[in-house]
């Protein structure tokens, strides 16, 4: 990817933050560097904690409990109704998820088509 590329998905990623209403809280590692980082996305009602992310070095010190537990606190502050967090349920996070009082309220289905190596004739 070049250096322009990697700006225009930085600024959009900051333009999609704004109109989201989006906090961002990160916690720094012993180099000072960002070891943790998640986003908070609020309408005033409803709140979703969103990309939650340890770098891999940084894990298993409970640096993304404390920041989902922050999240949730400050959506709570806020005045939130809702607060929620979508997780992968073929994944560890949703266990994480389940200790700090998320609870399943449904399922999402996802679905893709590898294209590679495969023709569109039979679209």
């Excluded at 009602?45 to 940084?58: G, L, N, W």
Aim: hydrophobic content about 45%; cysteine-free; proline content about 2%.
């Amino acid at each position: 990817m070049t250096a322009e590329g990697i700006r225009q998905l930085i600024d959009a990623g900051l333009r999609e933050g704004r109109a989201l209403k989006e906090r961002r809280f990160g916690i720094a590692g012993e180099d000072g560097k960002l070891a943790a980082m998640t986003k908070l996305r609020t309408d005033a009602r409803t709140a979703q904690v969103e990309d939650v992310y340890t770098v891999p070095e940084a894990r298993g010190r409970g640096f993304a409990r404390a920041l989902v537990a922050h999240a949730v606190r400050v959506a709570q502050r806020v005045g939130n109704d809702v607060v929620f967090i979508v997780a992968d349920d073929n994944d560890w996070p949703k266990h994480l998820y389940a200790r700090l009082g998320f609870r399943p309220v449904g399922l999402r289905w996802a679905f893709h088509r590898d294209l590679a190596g495969s023709s569109s004739a039979g679209l």
